[in-house]
């Protein structure tokens, strides 16, 4: 009798010990509204069903930890989540069964950064993992508001050197007309006054 209760502390104890909770990476860096996944690995169970799974996932930070996900005997339970995280997580129902949440998180926001804990807890054992997002900022976009700079000056600075030959032409013609004029004026100024011109 004592034999076969102290077996069953050490099996639990041994059975307890060996549930694991991994994450594939312990640190993800992404950018504003972008998207990304955090995946979580624990042991299976191949002789429990996946109703007596129980996980909870938290943004860990100073005052208030957001609840990312919950889920509570195998349901997931949407109510748990924080507002901050609304409609912006999708979880793998399929790889779940092989010991994987994947949590994919969309529209990144900077708020999102910190660190995530997630426990498991299941009839056959309990633990938890964490990892650290790092959301930066989308940098400034001056692409859009600056095209390409080289087309504007080709396209002004042709007209320029156009321009100023039309000025010269229509100065050189002047030029000639009033010159022809003169010419003229000055002939028929020395006709009338008798002045010969070689
Ligand atoms: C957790 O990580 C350890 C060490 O890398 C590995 O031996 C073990 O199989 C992993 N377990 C799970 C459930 O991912
Ligand atoms: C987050 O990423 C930025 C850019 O790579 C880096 O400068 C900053 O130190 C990172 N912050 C943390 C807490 O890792
Ligand atoms: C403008 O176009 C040229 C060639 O098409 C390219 O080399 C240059 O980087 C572009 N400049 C900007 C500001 O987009
Ligand atoms: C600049 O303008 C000239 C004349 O209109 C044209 O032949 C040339 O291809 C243009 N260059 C660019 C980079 O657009």
């Not at 990144?108 to 426990?119: A, H, I, K, N």
């Not at 997002?133 to 390409?148: F, H, K, Y």
């Not at 504007?152 to 321009?163: A, D, L, M, R, Y």
């Not at 030959?165 to 013609?173: A, F, H, K, Q």
Request: some cysteine; overall charge negative; glycine content about 6%.
């Amino acid at each position: 009798m004592i034999c076969s209760i102290l077996l069953l502390i050490i099996l639990t104890s041994c059975v307890s010990g060996t549930f694991v909770v991994n994450v594939t990476q312990t640190s993800y860096q992404a950018e504003e509204n972008h998207h990304i996944t955090l995946e979580w690995t624990f042991t299976t169970n191949p002789h429990t069903s996946s109703n007596s799974l129980n996980i909870f996932c938290e943004l860990l930070i100073d005052l208030r930890n957001p609840v990312l996900f919950h889920l509570h005997e195998g349901v997931e339970v949407p109510e748990s989540q924080d507002e901050q995280f609304a409609g912006r997580v999708q979880w793998d129902k399929d790889v779940l069964r092989e010991g994987r949440l994947r949590l994919h998180v969309s529209r990144l926001r900077t708020e999102d950064s910190g660190l995530y804990l997630c426990d498991v807890l299941t009839s056959y054992g309990s633990n938890s993992g964490r990892c650290r997002l790092n959301v930066t900022a989308a940098r400034d976009r001056p692409e859009p508001e600056t095209p390409n700079t080289t087309s504007p000056p080709n396209t002004t600075s042709p007209p320029q050197p156009e321009s100023r030959g039309w000025i010269g032409l229509y100065c050189g013609l002047t030029a000639a007309v009033l010159l022809v004029g003169c010419f003229y004026s000055f002939k028929t100024f020395c006709r009338e006054n008798q002045i010969p011109i070689r």
